[in-house]
């Protein structure tokens, strides 16, 4: 299982490395193709009677997972991008998984126009980001990893 996900994230990589105009943006989306494939499709393998299943009190229930997933593609875009009304607060408003998975797909789709407008150029950029700087595939990359974290 290790050796196949690690043979996925070479070829991500590998697809960012190619001719390309702009192989950092395309390595990094590459990888970005790999945690939104692996939410969607561990999505897909979850009953709709365990989406509110919620293991403690302290921690989100399981729709509110994906739902948070999708805000933060919203917000770490959005940072990116200095888009200032991208943030939606998902978390608290959709509830049902099909609310849930429309919001999901809706939020990688705002991610992928934001990242087929994005150059190696504008990706170095430095924008704020929570307070320090940093560039705008810095933020993208970020957002990978909450991606893959959850």
Not at 58 to 71: N, P, S
């Amino acid at each position: 299982m290790r050796l196949a996900a690690a043979f996925l994230l070479y070829s991500a990589i590998l697809a960012g490395q190619s001719t390309s105009k702009n192989p950092l943006v395309d390595t990094s989306k590459g990888i970005y193709a790999v945690a939104k494939n692996d939410i969607l499709k561990s999505a897909d393998k979850i009953p709709d009677n365990l989406w509110s299943y919620q293991p403690t009190p302290q921690v989100r229930t399981i729709g509110q997972l994906f739902a948070h997933v999708a805000d933060g593609q919203y917000e770490f875009c959005g940072s990116a991008v200095q888009d200032k009304n991208a943030a939606k607060d998902l978390e608290k408003t959709v509830k049902t998984k099909e609310e849930i998975m429309a919001a999901v797909k809706t939020a990688f789709a705002y991610f992928d126009a934001e990242y087929a407008k994005m150059t190696d150029a504008s990706a170095t950029e430095v924008v704020p980001f929570f307070g320090r700087q940093s560039t705008r595939l810095g933020i993208m990359d970020y957002n990978i990893a909450h991606t893959v974290e959850h």
